[in-house]
């Protein structure tokens, strides 16, 4: 998955709520979902009108082991 993170600028597109239920991504200016046209390497995420009802648009938030797996302090040259 491919996402374009940019700076807080205030702008109310930017903010999103995560819905525990539903399990989506919504926009809190649009009401617009976040969502992949396909689950496949390198999609990107588009946004989709909330009455879609796809699978693409659902989210599972995991949380990953505070180390993530790797070492952060050993540089690899």
Same mark, same amino acid.
């Given at each position: ?12 597109? !930017? %903010?999103? *709520?995560?819905?525990?239920?539903? +399990?989506?991504?919504?926009? !809190? %200016? ?6 992949? $046209?396909?689950? $496949? ?7 989709? !009108?909330?009455? @879609? *009802?796809?699978?693409?648009? +659902?989210? *599972?938030? $995991?949380?990953?082991? *505070? @180390? %993530? @797996?790797? @070492? %952060? ?5």
């Amino acid at each position: 998955m491919n996402l374009v993170m940019y700076k807080n600028m205030g702008m109310p597109n !930017q %903010h999103w *709520e995560y819905s525990n239920v539903h +399990k989506t991504w919504k926009n !809190q %200016h649009t009401g617009d979902l976040m969502g992949l $046209e396909r689950f $496949e390497v390198d999609a990107n995420c588009h946004t989709w !009108q909330k009455d @879609d *009802e796809s699978n693409n648009l +659902k989210w *599972e938030i $995991e949380y990953c082991a *505070e @180390d %993530h @797996d790797h @070492d %952060h302090d050993h540089h690899h040259d």
